[in-house]
């Protein structure tokens, strides 16, 4: 029976007829859990994510899922909420679980516990965040060019004063994105003022602590570019809240054009990062690496572009402002 169901083997016309019957009177189904144990592989991909709640990820996930589908993978979904233990965690239970590949947005631990687990030989991709997994590709946006086209449009429309709410300051995204900021600055000849600089941590709350923080310490600025959108969303009720306009007392900008963005009041200007065809791309090449007969041959790191994305949340500098 086995042999006729798993396709193993030819089996004679007649033979395959009875068996066919007997399958369907029993109500026989493949033991996938005793397969995977003889083939070693679950078809299954697990998916590390730092915040489910975070509105950026859903078209990321979509992009993976459907990838996966496509091939006959599924997809198991872990909540990390940024901690390393819950990541390392999670990183043993799948190799119990024997999954077949890994994508991983932004873990937080450090080199030595995840070099620990290289040499299991499971697929590993990096999805959207750098980590420092040994030899793992990567799939990103090139985040600096980003925050550098953003800042770039607020110069242009004549403002000098920008405001910058970083993401944590322990992301290499975060570092990006304030290096895009300050190397725009730098291209337009105008000098960078740290007091214009507040750490966030890509929440609504961070960005509105920020204006606070600015107005409350009586800093002027007629612009602000946030780390992501939920940050330029609390930023400008921050500034609702203190009777300042947006955009003609002050403009914002953000960063990942969730869908949120376009029904924001005035709708957000910002970088658009094409997060679905990250997911599927990141999706792809771990289910390659998968099936390749070289597994070990290193993969090519892809780097996507944003798209600045104008709305009205961002406007000329009224005159006579600075």
Known sequence: MSRFVNAAAPVAGGTGQRVEMAVRALGYRPNGIAR?????????????????????????????QLAANERGYVVLLCSTLSDALTEESYLKLLQLKQVDGILAVGLTMRRPQIKRFAPTGVPFVSLDRDIDFPDAPLVRLDHRGGAR????????????AIA???GPAGLRVSRERLAGYRAALTAARITADSRLRVTGDFTEEA?????????????????????????????MAALKRHGLRVPEDV??????????AAYTSPPLTTIRQPTYEMGRH??????????????????????????????GSTGPLRGGEQ
């Open 164 to 166: 910058h709410v970083t």
């Open 36 to 64: 995977s144990l003889v083939t070693k592989a679950t078809h299954t991909l697990a998916l590390l994510l730092p915040d489910i709640t975070n509105p950026f990820f859903p078209d990321l996930v979509k992009g993976v």
């Open 207 to 235: 960005g509105y602590a920020g204006i606070e923080r600015l107005l409350m310490e009586a800093v002027p600025f007629t612009a602000v570019f946030t780390g992501n959108d939920l940050a330029a969303i609390g930023a």
């Open 282 to 311: 990141a999706a792809e090449i771990l289910m390659d690496t998968i099936g390749s007969v070289s597994p070990k041959r290193r993969v090519a790191n892809r780097v996507f572009e944003g798209r600045l994305v104008v709305r």
């Open 149 to 160: 086209l953003a800042t770039q449009h607020l110069i242009a429309l004549g403002h000098r």
């Open 251 to 260: 403009s914002v900008i953000g960063f990942d054009d969730i869908h949120l």
